[in-house]
């Protein structure tokens, strides 16, 4: 099999990840959407690394995980507060940061 | 040269009573007036004790010197503060200090009543410190120090009942009347330093006899805007009149007796520059010559007392800027009406003061008449003064201002002529307006309210004026017996001893036509105020008119340099609102309306950045794919 069809792979995942960051307004879907495009991300790394056949884009990879992770606890802890104080997770309503 | 370690306490000791009295604030009431008149009668003392130190020396020894330290020393340029003590200076001393002292003890009583009378007795000490350091500066830059020193103490004093705005306007007025004259001695020793490196006497003396004319001339010019802005000469005299808003001691010593000729000493001091520039020296002669008419006439139409003592102050001095217009011979006689006019003028401005202190401060001279009766002390007095100042022999004037008529005469061809004339047609009116002081004050009928209780003042103010009225009989015989003055002062303003050409009119001519026009003089006022309406009359000539207006001088300067100069600082103030401001403003609020565009793009929803941040990568990706293609 092409190893180029794990790229293809990846800009899709990453393309769902963008547009459902754009388009949807739940908090949680959002967060979920930035995952799909970290994940995207890790495995163009991944395919990069066989293709160069070297281990720096599993390093990278490595990397991108640790950040997520933490970014997932951050970002959830946000969240849930952000619905605490006002009982709604959109995040269209969080829009307090204007003019 | 001698050396003298005396010489700075005459200025320190009255600088620090000064600083003392001004520091301990009202702790200080109970003794402030005696402390000052104490340190002001110290520094008289240390003048006689120099007096009589330098007239037992002889020749070059005379002049004595004290380094106090070095002020400032920038390369091969120092300047010391250093005093310097000569026959000129001491001249000067013995009058600042003489005259103060008597008026220090005259103040005491005039500003009993007074609750600042320790603020103001602060005030007269700085003025004597400054007035000495202006003598006894060794170059000019001491004296600018001590001439700026006068010119703020002068300031204060006018302005010392400054509760009311019109004396605090007067007091303003002679400030910067005197800043113009400030600003041409800032000049003239900048001209100095950068024509011949240095600012001493000594040093611009040694190079003024090789300087270029066009320099001497200028400093020469600058010397004079200064001597007339501090001495009220034409074009700068418009503050004296004004000047009397302040107690009357302080017109006494500083605005008739001191400060004010302080002009006549800038110019007998920097006689070597005038010596060596012509034009400089008609410009001097020319001023002098104008104000000493003007000042007289001026003088006959004031009704206040001491506006027509301070018109006449003008003209006397007038008298002594023209005497130092006429070279070397010319400064002794300048001098000596300097001296013998301390005399009699300080004289008659504490007379003055006595009659207002006698009349509920009333100075509307149609309010008094017949004072002689009650004032008899005050009529003596001011009467001496009165025949010293018109110049009847053998009183002090007649020795001082006849000697000035005759060098004017002898001044030779045309310019003789107009200026003996000149000085000559002054003397007259100077009998009038002063006959016409005199008669309206202490002769005729009483024209006073029955409120006012006319009295003779306490001993304290008429023993000063007894004894300037003993010194308005007696200095002009003394200073003129033997030509004593001349030749005490020829080694600093005639060093090589300059032979007179031919008289162009004896003496005894001069002195009978002077006394024929003086008794003119006196015969008009005499006739013309044998009865006095106590309202002014308004239907009078336009002469009487115009010089009620001080011929025109204030609405002059209004006309041609405040309303102008307002203009110029309201249109600058336009420029600098509407153009300068006006671009700065602009490029803000550009900036401004540029930046509420580009805020509509913050309307805080995350998608909306997240949505321009993936834009924006994909344009930045495109860009890159687009380059490297």
């Known amino acids: ?99 | 040269m001698t050396t003298s370690n005396l010489l700075v306490y005459l200025i320190a000791l009255p600088l620090i009573s000064s600083a003392l009295l001004l520091i301990l604030g009202r702790k200080a009431d109970k003794w402030g007036h005696l402390l000052a008149t104490l340190v002001s009668g110290s520094a008289f003392v240390i003048g006689v004790l120099e007096f009589f130190a330098m007239r037992s020396r002889s020749g070059d020894a005379r002049p004595a010197t004290q380094h106090i330290f070095t002020w400032m020393s920038v390369g091969s340029f120092q300047v010391d503060a250093s005093l310097l003590l000569d026959q000129l200076s001491i001249a000067f001393v013995l009058l600042i200090t003489g005259v103060g002292t008597l008026i220090h003890i005259y103040s005491i009583a005039y500003m009993s009543h007074d609750r600042d009378r320790r603020r103001f007795f602060a005030y007269l000490n700085l003025f004597i410190a400054a007035m000495l350091l202006l003598v006894l500066g060794d170059s000019y830059l001491n004296l600018y120090v001590g001439w700026e020193g006068v010119g703020l103490a002068s300031y204060l004093l006018i302005g010392f009942w400054n509760q009311k705005p019109a004396y605090a306007t007067a007091a303003k007025k002679a400030f910067v009347a005197n800043r113009v004259g400030d600003v041409g001695l800032s000049l003239a020793i900048m001209i100095a330093f950068a024509q011949f490196g240095t600012v001493s006497f000594a040093g611009v003396k040694e190079h003024a006899h090789h300087a270029s004319p066009a320099a001497l001339t200028a400093i020469g010019a600058m010397l004079l805007l200064a001597a007339a802005g501090k001495s009220a000469q034409f074009p700068l005299q418009s503050w004296l009149g004004d000047a009397m808003a302040g107690p009357t001691p302080v017109s006494a010593l500083i605005h008739a007796a001191t400060m004010v000729t302080a002009g006549v000493y800038l110019i007998t001091r920097s006689n070597f520059i005038f010596d060596a520039s012509a034009t400089a020296q008609l410009l001097v002669v020319i001023v002098g010559a104008i104000t000493l008419l003007f000042g007289a006439i001026v003088g006959t139409a004031k009704d206040d007392i001491k506006k027509a003592l301070a018109a006449s102050t003008m003209s006397q001095i007038g008298y002594m800027i023209l005497a130092t217009g006429l070279g070397p011979i010319g400064y002794a006689f300048a001098i000596m009406h300097l001296i013998t006019h301390g005399f009699f003028k300080a004289g008659m401005f504490l007379g003055a003061g006595s009659v207002m202190h006698g009349m509920d401060d009333e100075v509307n001279m149609r309010r008094f008449g017949g004072l002689a009766r009650f004032m008899p002390i005050t009529t003596v007095t001011f009467g001496l003064g009165y025949l010293a100042i018109i110049g009847v022999p053998p009183f002090a004037g007649f020795y001082s201002k006849d000697k000035i008529i005759e060098t004017a005469f002898n001044a030779g061809g045309l310019k003789g002529i107009l200026l003996g004339g000149a000085a000559l047609l002054g003397a007259a009116i100077t009998a009038f307006y002063m006959t016409r002081v005199v008669v309206l004050t202490f002769a005729g009928s009483k024209r006073w309210d029955d409120k006012a209780h006319p009295h003779e003042s306490p001993a304290l103010m008429w023993i000063p004026m007894a004894i300037l009225a003993v010194g308005s009989v007696t200095s002009g015989f003394l200073l003129a017996s033997g030509n004593a003055m001349v030749n005490w002062l020829q080694p600093i303003v005639d060093p090589h001893h300059h032979e007179h050409g031919e008289e162009f009119l004896k003496p005894i001519v001069v002195s009978t036509m002077a006394i024929v026009v003086v008794v003119l003089g006196v015969l008009a006022a005499i006739v013309k105020y044998r009865t006095v309406p106590v309202e002014a009359p308004t239907e009078v000539s336009v002469f009487t008119k115009a010089a009620r207006k001080d011929l025109y001088q204030d609405s002059f300067n209004e006309a041609v340099l405040m309303r102008p100069g307002q203009k110029l600082t309201s249109g600058l103030l336009f420029t600098d609102k509407s153009i300068v401001d006006g671009a700065v403003k602009a490029v803000g609020f550009s900036l401004q309306t540029i930046a509420g565009w580009i805020r509509n793009l913050q309307n805080g929803f995350i998608r909306t950045y997240a949505l321009v941040m993936l834009i924006g990568l994909l344009a930045l990706i495109a860009t890159v794919w687009v380059v490297t293609l």
Do not use: P, W
């Open chain 1, 1 to 99: 099999m092409d190893i180029s069809n794990y790229l293809y792979l990846s800009a899709i995942l990453f393309t769902i990840g963008a547009v459902g960051v754009v388009v949807r307004r739940n908090a949680i879907v959002v967060f979920m959407c930035v995952e799909l495009m970290l994940n995207a991300t890790n495995l163009a790394f991944v395919t990069f690394s066989r293709i160069h056949g070297n281990l720096d884009g599993q390093v990278a990879s490595f990397f991108t995980m640790v950040v997520a992770a933490c970014e997932v606890v951050i970002g959830l802890a946000i969240i849930v507060t952000i619905y605490r104080s006002r009982r709604s997770a959109s995040i269209d309503d969080a829009s307090l940061l204007k003019r």
